[in-house]
T-cell receptor, first 115, second 111 residues
């Protein structure tokens, strides 16, 4: 596709339910990132993929959060047993290579509201 | 201490003013540096990369001081359309290339 695509754009879920967020990166981009942004806050790093591997999962806030990537393409972020503090915009970004000064392109995000 | 720190602002300046934002980073292994811009309820977008020699793009000038681990962004002749949050971003290479974002500096340009 022309850009990074995320779905759904908005998700309202009840506390305790599981949710799955999807990211379609720019075709050919090997690096993929997930970030969380709470209202009025900065970007919080969650996880990074190089190809289908996740060398850095240090940002996942708890074991309720998991992510995978397949075919060096689509990634899904799963949040189990959602809590109200999980409410945020979840942003996905992709970039071309390991090279320095390579721009990361963001999707428009998934706005998650846990009620 | 956060790995990337920025003055959150807000900065409220009149049209035509010159405004400067600063950013410090704590990891001396940081290798690449960027300024991103985020409009309200939108995704971040690259504004400019930051090079050791400093670089300019129209009204925007970015500078990097590796010794002091300090990055700056200067906006001259500010426009209403410059109103946004400006995010300082650093990366480090190695086994895990990670973009680390500062919390952002909010700018409002007033008519």
């Amino acid at each position: 596709g022309a850009g990074v695509s995320q779905s759904p754009s908005n998700k309202v879920t009840e506390k305790g339910k599981d949710v799955e967020l999807r990211c379609d990166p720019i075709s050919g981009h090997t690096a993929l990132y997930w970030y969380r942004q709470r209202l009025g806050q900065g970007l919080e790093f969650l996880i990074y993929f190089q190809g289908n591997s996740a060398p850095d999962k240090s940002g996942l806030p708890s074991d309720r959060f998991s992510a995978e990537r397949t075919g060096e393409s689509v990634s899904t972020l799963t949040i189990q047993r959602t809590q109200q503090e999980d409410s945020a915009v979840y942003l996905c970004a992709s970039s071309d290579t390991w090279a320095q000064n390579t721009e990361a392109f963001f999707g428009q995000g998934t706005r998650l509201t846990v009620v | 201490r956060k790995e990337v720190e920025q003055d959150p602002g807000p900065f409220n300046v009149p049209e035509g003013a010159t405004v400067a934002f600063n950013c410090t980073y704590s990891n001396s292994a940081s290798q690449s540096f960027f300024w991103y811009r985020q409009d309200c309820r939108k995704e971040p977008k690259l504004l400019m990369s930051v090079y050791s020699s400093g670089n300019e793009d129209g009204r925007f000038t970015a500078q990097l001081n590796r010794a002091s681990q300090y990055i700056s962004l200067l906006i001259r002749d500010s426009k209403l359309s410059d109103s946004a949050t400006y995010l300082c971003v650093v990366t480090r290479t190695g086994s895990a290339r990670q973009l680390t974002f500062g919390s952002g500096t909010q700018l409002t340009v007033l008519p």
